[in-house]
């Protein structure tokens, strides 16, 4: 499943095994997936999660 956070963050939520994931990532240009953060399921997300995630967003793209 495909989660939308807007401003250019998503989530992917995957099941593997018993253990279920949340990876944060955005796209530069239509090519390059930034992955950005993750977190199991059994951790909520919480506002910190995409906060963070959104941090290192801005941080990837005033680098590069």
Request: charge should be positive; proline fraction near 0%.
């Given at each position: 499943?495909?989660?939308?956070w807007g401003g250019g963050?998503?989530?992917?939520?995957?099941r593997i095994g018993r253990?279920r994931y949340r990876i944060?990532?955005?796209?530069?240009?239509?090519?390059?997936?930034?992955?950005?953060?993750?977190?199991?399921?059994?951790?909520?997300?919480?506002?910190?999660?995409?906060?963070?995630?959104?941090?290192?967003?801005?941080?990837?793209?005033?680098?590069?």
């Open positions: 499943m495909r989660i939308d963050l998503y989530e992917l939520r995957e253990v944060f990532y955005a796209f530069d240009g239509g090519r390059i997936v930034v992955l950005l953060h993750a977190v199991t399921k059994d951790q909520r997300v919480v506002e910190d999660d995409i906060a963070f995630a959104r941090r290192r967003l801005k941080d990837y793209f005033e680098r590069r």
